[in-house]
C-alpha cells in the first residue's frame, strides 16, 4: 500500500500520463499543439511541502476559557484525539490533512476540484466529522465520516462525495460557525456578495443534511473574512470571528434564537490584516496564517477576545496551503501564475507561491522554440481552477489546445478573467479593432463558447485590459483596464450576463510607469487578485489587493525582468 506521499506521487503521475494522452490528440486539421501539450507538463509536479500543526490540548487554555473548551464541539477533528485538525487545498488544488501524524492525501484525486471546504463535525452518523466542499460551479458535495483520508470504508477504499445540491456559486463565502441552535449539530452559512447571510440548519439526515435557507443577516459585505469557530464563550451556541478590510476583528455571539442569530459585534482589536487567513482553531480559539506560512494559535478566554499568540506550525510550513477549510476568506481559484515571452521565442512560467513572491521561472519547452507563437494565459476556462493557455493561429483560436473556432484575429485583446455571469464558469472578454468589446460566455469545460454579446465601444482608450478574479472585496470577477495616460480603472463585476459590469471607477494615476501589467491571481492565499508590474529597468513590483479596488504600497520581488517582450 502507497504511503499518503507515495499515492499523491502514483495520482500526479497518472494524471500528467493522462494530460498528455489527452492532448496528444490532432486538435485541428493542423495536427496537435505542442505549445498546450508543454504547458499542461508544466503544470505538474506538485512539490510537497511538510506540515505541522501544534495546539494546546483541551483543558490547558488559560483562565477564563474552561468553559468554552468544554462546551465547543469539534468540527474537524479527524483522527478522534480530541483535537481540531485541517483539511487544507494547495496551490495544485489538491485536498489534504494535517494531524499530529503528518500530512495525508483528502478525498479522491478524481474529484471535482473544490474551491471551498467546510467541515461540520459529526452530523449524528458514526463518530467522525462530516466535511463539505464547494465546486467551482456551485455544487455542494458531503463527505462522511471523513478521516485524515478523506471519506473511506474500512479497507481504506475511497468513497465518492455525496451530492447535495447545486447553486451555491451564489455566495462568496460559506462557512459553519457551529451549533447555532442548541440541538447539538453544527449549521452552515452562506453569505451573498451583497453582504446577506442565510443559514442552513443541519437536519441530522445525512441523505438531506442541511434545510431550506432562512436569511439572517445584512451587512456583512463590510467584512473580509468570516471565520465560523465552534463556541467562543461557553454558552453552547455557535460564534463567529468577523474581520474589516482595515484590519479590525470583531467577535459576534450566537444567542441561540434563529430570529436574532448573534448578538451586537464585540471589538476585539486591530491589525489582523497582518494575516492572510483566519481559521477556527479548534475549543473556541483562533488560528492565523501570516504571509511567509506560518500558523499562530490564538487561545479564547472564554468572552470573545483572545490570549496573546503562540506557534502552532513551523516557520513557513503552511506556505503552499491555498485555503483552509473553514478559513475566512473568500476562496479564490483560476489563475496561479504568470507566462513572459522574450522577442527570441523563449517561454517561461512563473507560479505563484502564496507568500507574495512567484517561484523561480521554469522553461516551458526548449529555448526559442516558440517564435511566432500568439501565446496568452487565461483563468480556468474548465473544472480545474488552474490557469490555461490561449493561442491564436491564422485566425484560429485554442484553449489549452481545444480548437474554438475562427475569426478570432479581428481581436486586438483577450481576456480570460474568470466567470463574469454568475454560473461559476470561466468567460472571456474580447476587443476588437473598433473599440467594441464582446462577451464570450464558457461553457465550463474550455471546449466552447456562447454567441458573443457586444459590451460596448471606447475600449480602445485603453492600452492594457486584464482581469484574474475579484478586486473589490465581493468575490464576484472584475475587470482592470489602463488609459494611455496611465490611469488605472476597475469595472466592477455584478455576476449578471446580460450586465457584467457596473460602471468603472478609478483606482489610481502613474500606471504607465510599468511597461507590463499583469495579473497573476491570488499572491499570498488571502481570496483576492493581485497585480504585478515591470517598468522599463526589468523591475518587478507587486501590489497587494487590500479591497475594495485598493492596492497596497508597491514591493520590489524581483529584477531581469526586461528580458521579456510579453508578460501575461
Not at 440 to 451: E, I, M, Q, R, S
Request: glycine fraction near 16%.
Amino acid at each position: 500500500m502507497f504511503s499518503g506521499r507515495g499515492r499523491r506521487v502514483a495520482a500526479c503521475t497518472a494524471l500528467a500520463l493522462s494530460a498528455g494522452m489527452l492532448l496528444a490528440t490532432p486538435a485541428s486539421a493542423d495536427g496537435s499543439d505542442p505549445a498546450a501539450r508543454a504547458f499542461a507538463e508544466q503544470k505538474q509536479a506538485p512539490k510537497a511541502t511538510p506540515k505541522s500543526l501544534s495546539l494546546p490540548q483541551a483543558g490547558t487554555a488559560r483562565a477564563g476559557a474552561q468553559a468554552a473548551e468544554d462546551s465547543s464541539s469539534l468540527l474537524s477533528d479527524l483522527d478522534g484525539d480530541g483535537q481540531e485538525d485541517l483539511i487544507y487545498r494547495d496551490t495544485f488544488g489538491y485536498l489534504n490533512s494535517v494531524t499530529v501524524d503528518g500530512v495525508s492525501p483528502f478525498g479522491k484525486f478524481d474529484a471535482p476540484f473544490a474551491k471551498d471546504v467546510i467541515p461540520v463535525g459529526d452530523q449524528g452518523e458514526g463518530s467522525l466529522p462530516e466535511v463539505f466542499t464547494v465546486s467551482l460551479t456551485g455544487t455542494l458535495t458531503l463527505y462522511k465520516d471523513a478521516s485524515e483520508y478523506g471519506s473511506v470504508d474500512s479497507e481504506f477504499n475511497q468513497r465518492a462525495g455525496v451530492f447535495v445540491g447545486n447553486g451555491w456559486q451564489t455566495y462568496n463565502k460559506v462557512f459553519s460557525p457551529g451549533d447555532v441552535n442548541g440541538d447539538g449539530r453544527a449549521d452552515v452559512i452562506g453569505r451573498t456578495p451583497a453582504g446577506q447571510l442565510y443559514l442552513y440548519l443541519g437536519t441530522g439526515d445525512l441523505s438531506k443534511p442541511l434545510s431550506g435557507r432562512t436569511l439572517v443577516g445584512t451587512g456583512w459585505g463590510k467584512f473580509d473574512q468570516l471565520v465560523g469557530l465552534g463556541d467562543g464563550n461557553g454558552d453552547g451556541f455557535g460564534d463567529v470571528y468577523a474581520r474589516d478590510t482595515a484590519g479590525q476583528l470583531y467577535f459576534y455571539a450566537g444567542t441561540g434564537d434563529t430570529s436574532r442569530l448573534f448578538a451586537p459585534a464585540k471589538a476585539i482589536g486591530g491589525g489582523w490584516n497582518t494575516f492572510t487567513q483566519l481559521v477556527a482553531g479548534g475549543h473556541g480559539g483562533l488560528l492565523a496564517r501570516d504571509l511567509g506560512g506560518t500558523l499562530y494559535y490564538y487561545a479564547p478566554k472564554g468572552d470573545g477576545t483572545l490570549v496573546a499568540r503562540v506557534p502552532a506550525s513551523e516557520k513557513a510550513a503552511w506556505a503552499d496551503a491555498a485555503q483552509i477549510g473553514n478559513s475566512g476568506t473568500n476562496p479564490y481559484s483560476g489563475r496561479d501564475g504568470v507566462h513572459a515571452f522574450t522577442s527570441g521565442g523563449s517561454w517561461y512560467w512563473y507560479k505563484n507561491t502564496t507568500t507574495g513572491l512567484l517561484e523561480p521561472r521554469d522553461p516551458v519547452g526548449s529555448a526559442n522554440e516558440w517564435a511566432g507563437y500568439n501565446l496568452f494565459g487565461l483563468s480556468s476556462m474548465n473544472d480545474d481552477g488552474a490557469s490555461d493557455l490561449g493561442h491564436i493561429s491564422y485566425g484560429y483560436f485554442f484553449v489549452d489546445g481545444e480548437e474554438i473556432g475562427g475569426g478570432w484575429g479581428a481581436y486586438t485583446a483577450i481576456v480570460g478573467p474568470g466567470d463574469l455571469t454568475g454560473d461559476g464558469k470561466g468567460d472571456l472578454v474580447a476587443r476588437d479593432k473598433n473599440g467594441t468589446l464582446w462577451l464570450y460566455k464558457g461553457n465550463g469545460a474550455g471546449t466552447g463558447f456562447a454567441t458573443r454579446v457586444s459590451l460596448g465601444g471606447g475600449w480602445n482608450a485603453f492600452n492594457k485590459i486584464i482581469g484574474a478574479g475579484d478586486y473589490t472585496g465581493d468575490g464576484l470577477t472584475d475587470l482592470l483596464a489602463r488609459t494611455t495616460d496611465g490611469s488605472l480603472y476597475v469595472y466592477p463585476g455584478t455576476g449578471n450576463a446580460s450586465a457584467p459590469f457596473r460602471a468603472r471607477s478609478l483606482v489610481g494615476t502613474g500606471w504607465n510607469t510599468y511597461k507590463q501589467l499583469a495579473s497573476p491571481g491570488d499572491l499570498n492565499a488571502d481570496g483576492k487578485a493581485d497585480i504585478i508590474g515591470v517598468n522599463s529597468a526589468g523591475e518587478l513590483y507587486r501590489y497587494f489587493n487590500t479591497s475594495p479596488a485598493r492596492f497596497a504600497p508597491k514591493a520590489k520581488i524581483g529584477t531581469g525582468y526586461q528580458a521579456y517582450n510579453k508578460i501575461n
